[in-house]
């Protein structure tokens, strides 16, 4: 059983990865209405990403006798400037996931729950890919300075990502 303590933990955390999904979406709406459907797509992909994080962490505490209780979705911001500028943001919010995914931890730890741990270590190195995908892209879009042709060769290129749900 899952201290109560953990129980709301996780429940916060679970509304910030629904954040998260709603949060990529509103990007990906900019880059459709730019007419950018490869970056769109990055975007909706990892929609799709940040929900399996969500349903990940539902399942677990369902497993361990806790209760789910949802809470409410804050709007997401919907204006942008640019791609470097979505990216810029997009990078953020990913060291911030990662520092709640650290202090999730460190509560696990001060409980003494094992099982909890062991389950935060998937998110603790999902973290550093999460971080690392945002960052690559945005070191391309500072490289281009805005050029043309090359924001079409990276839409190109993430036309092709696939949501591939990880082995749980
Ligand atoms: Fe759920 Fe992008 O971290």
Redesign the pocket.
């Given at each position: 059983m899952i201290s109560q303590k953990l129980q709301d933990a996780f429940n916060e955390q679970i509304n910030k990865?629904f954040y998260?999904e709603y949060l990529y979406l509103s990007m990906a709406t900019w880059f459709d209405a730019e007419n950018l459907p490869g970056f769109a797509n990055f975007f909706k992909i990892?929609t799709q990403?940040?929900h399996f994080?969500a349903m990940k962490m539902y399942d677990f505490i369902n497993e361990r006798g806790g209760r789910i209780l949802l809470k409410e979705i804050s709007k997401p911001k919907v204006d942008f400037e640019s791609a470097l500028e979505i990216f810029e943001l997009a990078y953020i919010h990913?060291q911030y996931?990662t520092k709640l995914i650290n202090e999730l931890m460190d509560l696990a730890i001060d409980e003494k729950d094992h099982a909890t741990k062991s389950f935060l270590n998937w998110f603790i190195d999902?973290?550093v890919e999460?971080e690392a995908s945002m960052d690559t892209i945005l070191g391309k879009l500072k490289m281009l300075g805005g050029n043309g042709h090359g924001m079409l060769m990276i839409d190109n290129e993430l036309s092709s990502r696939v949501f591939n749900p990880p082995v749980k």
């Open positions: 990865e998260s990892q990403e940040e994080h990913e996931v999902e973290q999460e």
